[in-house]
Structure formats: C-alpha cells, structure tokens
C-alpha cells in the first residue's frame, strides 16, 4: 500500500506516494526524476547515492523514502543556480576530479556537506569528510585539491 509523502527536495515542495519498503534513492530516481543520485552498492558502502538530508550527509540507499516526510533534501541537482555551476562543480572540472561520473554526485554532495561544516578544512580533514565515498576511476588526489579549492572560493579567498 502506497504512503503519500510531501517533503522539500532542493528548495522546492515535493510530493510522491511510495512504498513504505521503498528507498530514498528510488524515490528520487524513480518518482522524481532526480537521476543524479547513483546507484552503487545498494548497502551503503560506496557513497555514489549521497544527499544530505536535513544538512547531514546520508547515504539515500540506506533511507526509506517515508522518511522523508516534512524533511529537507538536497541532491546534486541542487547544487548549480540555473547555469552557473556552484564552486564545488567548476573546480571538480577545472581538476579533472571526475571521469566515469558514478561516484562524482556523491563526492560532491559530500564535499558541500564538509565546507558547510567547516569552510577552511585540511587536507586530512577533507579525506576524512569524503572517506565514505568511493572512485575508482580517478584517484583521490584530484578529488581532494578540487574541493581544496571550490573552499578558497567559497570562502571569498
């Protein structure tokens, strides 16, 4: 029996009925359209499905999509104003900090949640904050300057 849910995803009203065993991540993908959100591992352990849900970092597979209910989500798709790109995004290009895509809406949702918290992390600090996130394409080092960087901008230095 399908549970109707209103929640806000990105700053804008949102409603969808789902099943009450339903993920996050397939609400997203499945009733919203929001296909951003990856699909890794299903069990949480590869960070591809990251949203930050009420300013903390979750991983969506391991939500229930009820649980949104009267909550704040934010996804990827939330990130860029229109066409200009947030920091985290121009400089994960300008770095070369992505190349297959799959963990890259994960890394960056992860980062956002990082300077949100802390605006002028160390390098340790930042490979711990992404540590629940996985590449395999690209290494971490571009990764880890990428986000080093969209901090200096964020922070007007």
Same mark, same amino acid.
Not at 80 to 83: E, I, L, P, S, V
Not at 104 to 107: A, C, D, E, N, V
């Given at each position: 029996m399908a549970v109707l849910v209103s929640t806000t995803v990105n700053g804008d009203r949102a409603e969808f009925a789902c099943d009450p065993a339903e993920t996050l991540l397939d609400v997203l993908r499945n009733r !919203? %359209? !929001?296909t951003g959100v990856k699909e890794g591992c299903g069990t949480g352990d590869c960070g591809s499905c990251s949203v930050i849900l009420d300013g903390r970092l979750v991983c969506s597979c391991l939500v229930l999509g009820i649980e949104a209910e009267g909550r704040k989500?934010?996804?990827v798709e939330g990130l #860029?104003? *229109? #066409?200009d790109l947030h920091p985290l995004q121009t400089k994960f290009i300008e770095h070369a900090a992505l190349q297959c895509g799959v963990c890259?809406? %994960?890394?960056l949702m992860a980062a956002k949640a990082l300077l949100e918290k802390n605006p002028d992390p160390s390098e340790e600090e930042i490979r711990f904050g992404l540590? *629940?996130?996985l590449c395999r394409c690209t290494g971490y080092d571009k990764i880890v300057r990428a986000v080093q960087d969209a901090a200096k901008v964020m922070r007007g230095a």
């Open positions: !919203l %359209g !929001l989500v934010e996804t #860029a104003d *229109g #066409a890259t809406p %994960g890394f540590a *629940g996130n």
